[in-house]
């Protein structure tokens, strides 16, 4: 097999397993958005006045918080699930990128403080998970503002809180796609970091949804002490960001590190 070839194939079985992992964490995602549709759902109705309006929004509100406080515990187990996988995602990267590695840097990669890193991200995958609730019932309280700001109908408000769980799903499926990239990276960066890796190949899924900065970074060598320069506009209105591979919103990209890059 080609070494263009190889490289595809392990773009895309990295990409499946990143999927399987997505949709799963999305699935658990959605439960909650579910849960927090239903609340929204029970308190408003399309016979409304402003001020019942109003006093709807503050029950949901009180609603929404305790839900978001009950949230923490399942919150950890759902997201040191995902974590778990992730990081055996990436060490199995690494056991096959590792046949090319001596004993005794096998041994040391053995002994890389991922611990530290996935105890920070659990950290903020449970904050993600519970700020859903908290984040729709202020985008509730935004719309009845707003909505009243500008004169609006009391039943266009509530069509529009009853729509906003549409907003919600959209955010879960953002958090899942870019939580689990991040991570994958940040394990992947963590576990360089320690053997002495400097640089690594900017990797892509390989398949039609890949912006257009990122394909234009594909296959490009990168160093893990300077995140790139990567344009996340277009090409007539380029938005340059600094980051590393699969550090950003939406992003699949992955992380190839180099394990005998010389200057």
Known sequence: M??????????????????????????????????????????????????????????????????????????TSAANKILTRIAAVDEAAWVQLGKTMSRELKKELQSAPTGTMLHMFLAEQVHLITSLPTEAAERVHEMTLNGIT????????????????????????????????????????????????????????GDSDVRIGHKEMDGKICEFAKPPAV??????????????????????CYIEPILDYEM
């Not at 079985?13 to 609340?39: C, G, H, M, P, W």
């Not at 907003?167 to 990239?181: F, H, L, N, P, Q």
């Not at 344009?231 to 699949?252: F, L, Q, S």
């Open 231 to 252: 344009n996340e506009g277009t090409a007539e209105h380029p938005r340059i960001m600094y980051h590393h591979a699969g550090c950003i919103w939406n992003c699949r």
């Open 150 to 205: 500008r004169g609006e109908r009391a039943s266009s408000i509530v069509e529009k809180i009853l729509e906003s769980g549409n907003v919600s799903y959209s955010r879960a499926k953002c958090i899942a796609r870019t939580e689990v990239a991040r991570t994958a990276s940040g394990l992947t960066i963590a576990r360089a970091n320690y053997i002495g890796s400097t640089h690594y190949y900017w990797r892509t899924s």
């Open 2 to 75: 080609s070494s263009k070839n190889a490289q595809i194939t392990r773009a895309r079985k990295r990409f499946a397993t990143a999927l399987r992992l997505e949709k799963d964490y999305l699935r658990s995602l959605n439960a909650v958005v579910k849960q927090i549709d239903t609340l929204t759902k029970m308190m408003y109705h399309g016979d409304m006045s402003d001020n019942e309006i109003k006093d709807a929004n503050i029950k949901l509100d009180g609603m929404l918080k305790g839900y978001s406080k009950l949230l923490e515990p399942w919150a």
